[in-house]
């Protein structure tokens, strides 16, 4: 928490890392080392790329908006987070960013959008919100950055949902489990296997897609507390939880 | 979660609320309900004050800018939600509008902003977040809003904290045990008793701040998983786990 991002500069890049490696930077990852950090030849900064863990690279180059690095040492190994999906329905785009940067730094592998029936946004700008997966990714320490797929609908994921992957359904609808209690129990039966987690539009979900859903026997509806959240609340809040009882966050003190 | 912020208006005003009452709204709230909401002379809507529960009223009166509400029924009794502080550090101001917001959502009681030694932001407009407050606590059905105090320094809020309210501490420095371990422990000791929950800025605490911190009795260390969260993250996962383990998030389905 609450811990300046990193002293050091952390970027993703999609490339091989491994010792001896050389390359340059692509342009807006040069402007940003040399311009905004203020970075120079023979700076150090982190490097990972999802794969190969994270290493220390120095800057061996930096001329005409080109910056040239050199790999030195791998500082940490390749660590997988916990497999879990987040299911989200689009929502407004400042509040669909603040959920991807949030699911990122609280160690969701994928974010899947779900076109629900009474999603009221049109569109997903899903560069964009890969690059806000990276940003954040950058910044928390993660070796990895979520996948962010492109939008499907929700009827659709359904259908094709992995049967073996548990799907934590925030209902506020109907009665339901508090989410600590429901997860904690399945945690039981499927402890290290692969979750996801379901939010819907600020507009909730339909009563045709609530009957769906907890027809499925790989659904869990859970409830979050007696207050009305804001999905992008629900997502955050329900992660956190999740991550508490199923997740890395259940490790003693270290 | 995300279901559509409720379909009637709600209204805070902070006026008795009594049968037969009847009053007129300030001008920024007649023009919400007038221009924005497109109500009229006849529409229902509802009231809460943070004392007398939640009322329908109607509009009796609409002209020139100037709404005449009259009350009809109490439809909810006043509650009283966890006695639960959050104390956060100023943050910039858009990741502070989200706490507050959020920290509403979440049934916080109060809010106080608390300047450590690191805290980067200069200035807090508390009007500001006041608002924020309101139209959070309008927005998910709470019947009171949370106090959004003046900011005082971390010092000072140490000093004079009242010794039997646990002081839940998010501490990203040190050894320290899961939030809902250490939270859930303590509870057996204190459930109902008062509780707060300390959020440094995105800098972090100074190393004499956690020793003041770790020495004070009430003090209860905690830790959120291994990535680095933004203080905004921290404060909502923060909070989201507190109403699992010791807040009223605790009940079972209903």
Known sequence: MSREPTSTVRLFVDRE????AAFELDKPQAHYLVNVMRLAVGSDLSLFNGRDGEWRATITSSSKG????????????QDCGP???LVQAPIKSARMKTVIEK???LGVAAILPAVTQH???SGVNVDRLRATA???????GRLSVPAVQNPKSLDQLIDTWPPHRCLVFCDETRA???LIDAVREAVGQNDGGPWGLLIGPEGGFSGDEVDKLRRQPFVIPVKLGPRILRADTAAIAALSLW????????????
Do not use: F, K, Y
């Open 243 to 254: 991550q508490a009882v199923a997740g890395d966050w259940r490790n003693g003190s270290d």
């Open 119 to 121: 999603t009221a946004v």
């Open 176 to 178: 339901a489990r508090p």
């Open 66 to 77: 080109r910056v040239g690095l050199g790999l030195e040492s791998c500082t940490r190994e």
């Open 134 to 140: 990276i940003e954040a990714a950058e910044q928390c």
């Open 103 to 105: 699911a990122t730094e």
């Open 83 to 85: 497999d879990l999906w």
């Open 17 to 20: 890392l491994t010792t001896g």
